[in-house]
């Protein structure tokens, strides 16, 4: 089947489109620039002040250009930099289009737990909260279990929130959902998995959208 994380990011890139200004999380979706489509003209934001970034440098990475979780990044033509204040200030004025998140827990009803798992120590919930609210659309991408086999995608997340109803689709290396104020729905089966595999790893209840059905 492949790395889990590379399949859900390169499903992930599709979702990115000529013009966007896209904020990435730490995680699986900083690996989306390496599967983007070269004629896509994107500009991709970080809240440590860096807009217009491109694909993980091959070779000879200058530290100093880095993405939001400290790794080394190239840059595109038209790129700029600033500090924090500005890039929270644009994404607090809605100048996201598209706000890529790793998660922990995704529920039914779109709420987002990515943050913390109680007694684990984490640098803190950065800038998820804003993103969440202040992007024009979020899509929060995992693997589709724990470890251990513990679904991800939950009735009612357990783990502490980052935000309640923020989340509009969710990718992960089974599966692609939709969250309406309805609930989920099942938009796409990846690759070597069926809608049997989805429902017995799913713990919320989901709907199958027409076109599956067709």
């Known amino acids: 089947m492949g790395d889990p994380r590379h399949i859900i990011a390169k499903r992930a890139a599709r979702e990115v489109r000529s013009g966007m200004i896209v904020n990435l999380g730490i995680g699986i979706p900083s690996l989306i620039p390496d599967f983007l489509d070269p004629s896509t003209n994107v500009f991709f934001h970080t809240e440590n002040g860096l807009l217009g970034f491109g694909p993980t440098p091959s070779e000879n990475p200058d530290w100093a250009l880095s993405n939001a979780a400290g790794y080394p990044v190239s840059i595109v033509k038209g790129a700029s930099y600033f500090d924090s204040t500005v890039s929270f200030g644009m994404i607090r004025n809605g100048r996201i289009d598209l706000a890529v998140l790793g998660s922990l827990q995704v529920s039914r009803c779109g709420d987002l737990a990515n943050w913390i798992v109680p007694g684990k120590r984490v640098p803190g919930v ?87 059905k067709g």
Do not use: W, Y
């Not at 909260?129 to 724990?146: S, V």
């Not at 309805?182 to 990846?190: N, Q, R």
């Open 126 to 212: 950065g800038g998820a909260m804003e993103l969440a609210f202040g992007a024009k659309r979020l899509i929060a991408l995992m693997q589709h279990c724990e470890k251990n086999g513990k679904p991800k995608i939950v009735s009612t997340c357990t783990l502490p929130l980052t935000a309640t109803a923020c989340v509009k689709r969710i990718i992960t290396e089974m599966a692609v959902f939709d969250i309406d104020p309805g609930g989920l729905t099942l938009m796409e089966v990846m690759p070597g998995c069926t809608v049997s595999d989805i429902r017995n790893n799913t713990e919320a209840a989901f709907e199958i959208s027409e076109q599956l």
